[in-house]
């Protein structure tokens, strides 16, 4: 039994001496070591403030067309990295213009779609308010305080009702301000990436110096699409319904007819302060027939630097387990 313990020990001592050895011998390997040095290193900060951080030429956009479109399609996070505090309004106007081969009078079809946003203090991890709302009666309102995010309908039953706690919605209110400032990309890509950008010399917004650009409708796109490496889209048995192809049918066949407007861009900080599109988009129908579309998009920063008050909700109901509508139609049906 002695003799056992004596061996085994001296097998367990041969083994950490090989360890320690394949150890200190695997420390001296170049790749070891690049290895462990991207393990330990700090976390590299995130693209928002990296891309805050890159110097932009705000009067060489005519010149320029990757750096203009850089600025145009410039996210919510950076521009809160870029700009600190600010306020954030833009509207847009839509109207349909259904027009027939036959006499008959053209269909108009409006919307109104407003958006407002309040950038606290801190960057893209600061405290903000988004309220988007458009004429047919729909809107939202998410809050975002210390990284807790608050959210209620703007329109319900009885008025705009109590915010609620969201504490599942992982991402949520960082997809709804990024929607909200998306305005100007949305717009760019609808028109097919056809801005042309003339320079007006400079101008005051707010008290901030801005390069002014005149834009009109180029001849061609000021930039290519990459090629797509994604999947082909799935589609069902029976095909597409027919709102997905009349979607499709749109984005495939519109073609920018007219476009004009103004932007004045941040001298310093490169963002888009104020902003005034009015374009129209030709979509050809069967049997000699058309569709046009008319976009008018305004916005304005204001307030750039200073602090908005943003506080979380007092009467904010908590989150909830089960949704009220599924479990009411639960307990219809005697089901717990």
């Known amino acids: 039994m002695f003799l056992r313990c004596i061996a085994l020990r001296a097998a367990l001592c041969g083994f950490l001496c090989c360890f320690l050895c394949g150890f200190l011998c695997g420390c001296s390997n170049p790749v070891d070591r690049a290895a ?113 995010v608050y959210a209620r309908s703007t329109y319900g039953r009885y008025g705009a009702g109590q915010f609620r706690h969201r504490r599942r919605d992982r991402g949520m209110a960082e997809k709804v301000r990024a929607e909200a400032f998306g305005a100007l990309k949305d717009y760019d890509v609808l028109f097919r990436r056809r801005f042309q950008l003339l320079p007006q010399g400079t101008a005051m917004h707010q008290g901030r110096l801005a390069w002014k650009y005149a834009v009109t409708l180029s001849a061609a796109p000021t930039a290519t699409k990459p090629p797509s490496v994604l999947p082909p889209l799935l589609e069902a048995k029976t095909g597409p319904d027919a709102t997905t192809k009349r979607r499709r049918h749109f984005f495939a066949l519109r073609k920018p007819h007219a476009l004009q407007g103004t932007l004045y861009v941040d001298a310093q900080k490169a963002v888009v302060l104020k902003a005034h599109l009015d374009g129209r988009l030709v979509v050809p129908q069967s049997q000699g027939a058309s569709v046009v579309l008319h976009v008018v998009l305004n916005s304005s920063m204001l307030d750039v630097g200073q602090g908005s008050v943003i506080a979380a909700p007092k009467d904010a109901l908590p989150d909830e387990d089960k949704p009220d509508g599924i479990a009411a139609a639960l307990k219809r049906f005697g089901l717990r």
């Open 36 to 148: 462990k040095q991207r393990i330990f290193s700090p976390e590299d900060p995130p693209k928002p403030v990296t891309a805050a951080g890159e110097a932009l030429e705000a009067k060489s956009l005519a010149e320029r067309p990757a750096v203009a479109r850089r600025v145009l399609h410039m996210a919510a996070a950076e521009v809160a990295e870029r700009m600190g505090p600010h306020r954030y309004t833009a509207s847009v106007a839509w109207e349909w213009l259904l027009a027939a081969a036959d006499e008959e009078p053209p269909r108009r079809v409006h919307l109104q779609e407003s958006v407002e946003l309040s950038v606290g203090p801190g960057g893209m991890s600061g405290n903000f308010f988004v309220k988007l709302k458009n004429s047919n009666n729909l809107g939202i309102e998410v809050l975002r305080v210390g990284g807790q």
